[in-house]
């Protein structure tokens, strides 16, 4: 019988679900429904700012196409929501009237935004309607409202430190806009960086040209615009920060609504086990923003020190291509090799990452402990365990910072301002759990004004942490013809997340091509030997065969884009 495979929601842990049960519903073996609540099929909704700052286009941040979906046997339901779930009938209840049946139910509803209870800003929670010139940056929506602000040079604040917050307001304030950051705290990511990496942080964001109000605790917003939007937003100690559009980034909440309303167990999000199946009931399962992965056994060392979902998108597309597989087996009847699947194994800490012209910063792991602090220093130091060590270096003149935490030389946690090639390496070594090398300093003195050619790193490091694609795999599209960013996405999936990996793209796009165009003795075709529609400067044929006109040296050289 063919398996019944409703998702509740569209957004791109589903999307990514969708494409790994494709094959199943092209074999006839599931029929699936995809309900999403917006009249837009999957977007990147990481990238949203940099679409309102007009940096990127709609169609970049597609993740999905209705229609292809479509035509391939999917039932697809864009701009209906899901009114509740009848476990008994296995049925859910939509707002349109129809009752799709299930076999298997996945929630990947996502989260919402947390919007303050501020006066003269209190919303419905479950369903927020923000005053004019004030939004939450969540959807294509607020995008463009975003937009309209920066083309029309309009004073902008936001409110939150945290790195969503942080990268709308630097991607702003490039664009040309006067912006704000307003937080409740010591320092701009004060949840996952030190003092001293906030302070050196707070400067680099001034010299950005973003402004930084912290310690300031918000009690309400003015309407005074003359279309009775947003003129202000008001602080504890009785003053104001002046803008046109308030930009809420306070975080986000787990959607959890409906999987509480039909009776399932909630925590933090939607309480599944390690094979993400909601607890007590083995047909419906949640993964994403929405799932807390937290198993019903006691015993669980695992599940006792887990902290909820993550809210990265990374995480959420692993269990979303385990998942389909897990699926896929269970709709082939191959039940026993769906269930001897090894579980999806423990995330490890997140890396926050924050770029911007001008600016670099990385932080990972634990990183509040002190050089001399001999307390959190020795904390967990049993069972002969090694005490933590922990090594710091500043230039606060110059926007610098790293700040080291190892037990027994393996990294447990870092900060990295202002220091790129420093940045990359450490964030290596954390996700490895490599050892560092004995002398740290080696480590700052890659971004010298000695290092100005750094020696190649690993191909096998990890490039997309989002999508987990190797430097190995985007060199091998860039060899298979691949020759610009979004054409290395589509070929890997890279840079399709946060998007804070295209730089490094482009680099290994372009590394890849310096060597291919490489002039070859004999060969009497040269291409332009100026920057052009045609490729980056170059000074020979390449020699690979490709796309494009033969060579007169006998190679077919390929036309090269610029990356």
């Known amino acids: 019988m063919t398996e019944r495979i409703v998702v509740v929601g569209f957004g791109p842990v589903a999307a990514r679900l969708i494409d790994a049960l494709l094959p199943a519903v092209r074999g006839g073996i599931a029929h699936l429904t995809v309900i999403g609540e917006e009249s837009e099929a999957a977007y990147n909704r990481v990238l949203v700012a940099d679409l309102g700052v007009g940096r990127t286009t709609q169609a970049a941040l597609a993740l999905a196409d209705a229609a292809a979906l479509v035509a391939d046997g999917v039932d697809v339901r864009l701009g209906v929501r899901v009114r509740r779930v009848d476990r008994a009938r296995q049925q859910v209840v939509l707002t349109d009237g129809t009752t799709p049946g299930y076999d298997r139910l996945v929630f990947a509803t996502g989260s919402r935004p947390v919007i303050p209870n501020l006066t003269g800003l209190n919303p419905d929670p479950a369903a927020p309607v923000l005053p004019p010139g004030v939004t939450a940056l969540r959807d294509l929506r607020d995008a463009s409202v975003l937009r309209s602000a920066v083309a029309g040079g309009k004073r902008v604040v936001v409110l939150g430190g945290g790195v969503l917050g942080l990268e709308t307001a630097l991607a702003a304030a490039e664009e040309g806009a006067t912006v704000t950051v307003v937080h409740n705290g010591p320092h701009p990511l004060a949840r996952n960086i030190d003092r001293g990496g906030g302070a050196v942080l707070a400067a680099s964001l001034r010299t950005c040209g973003v402004r930084v109000a912290g310690n300031a605790r918000s009690v309400g917003v003015e309407h005074h615009a003359p279309d009775g939007g947003f003129s202000a937003l008001l602080l504890d100690d009785g003053s104001a920060i002046d803008g046109e559009l308030l930009v809420l980034s306070c975080g986000v909440r787990p959607r959890t609504e409906l999987a509480e309303g039909c009776g399932l167990s909630i925590g933090a999000g939607i309480l599944v086990d390690h094979k993400l199946r909601a607890h007590h009931e083995p047909h419906i399962f949640a993964i994403g923003d929405c799932a807390e992965v937290r198993c019903p056994d006691p015993e669980c060392a695992e599940c006792r020190t887990a902290r909820g979902p993550s809210g990265l998108v990374g995480p959420g597309w692993r269990q979303a291509e385990w998942l389909g597989d897990y699926l896929t087996l269970l709709a082939s009847g191959a039940e026993a090799e769906a269930e001897a699947l090894p579980a999806l194994p423990a995330e490890r800490p997140g890396v926050i990452v924050l770029k911007a012209r001008g600016m670099n910063l990385a932080a990972a792991g634990d990183v509040a402990a002190d050089p001399w602090d001999v307390e959190a220093l020795t904390a967990g130091a049993v069972n002969g365990r090694a005490p933590r060590q922990v090594a710091q ?73 989002c999508a987990g694609v190797s430097g190995t795999a985007i060199a091998a599209a860039a060899s298979g013809g691949c020759g610009t960013v979004a054409e290395v996405s589509a070929s890997t999936r890279a840079g399709t997340g946060c998007g804070g990996c295209h730089d490094d793209i482009k680099a290994l796009i372009e590394k890849h091509y310096q060597v291919a165009v490489a002039y070859r003795p004999g060969c009497l075709s040269r291409l332009p030997r100026k920057d052009s529609a045609a490729g980056p400067r170059t000074g020979g044929c390449v020699p690979h065969a490709g796309r494009g006109a033969r060579c007169p040296g006998g190679r077919v050289p390929r036309r090269l884009r610029r990356p």
């Open 393 to 465: 270096w500043a230039d606060p003149e110059h926007g610098r910072y790293v700040k080291m935490i190892t037990r027994a030389g393996v990294l447990e946690g870092l900060v990295a301002v202002g220091m790129p090639r420093a940045a990359a390496e450490l964030v290596q070594l954390f996700e490895r759990g490599d050892e560092l090398p004995a002398d740290r300093s080696l480590l700052l003195r890659l971004d010298g004004p000695d290092q100005a050619v750094v020696a190649a790193a690993d191909p096998e490091r990890t490039v997309c942490r």
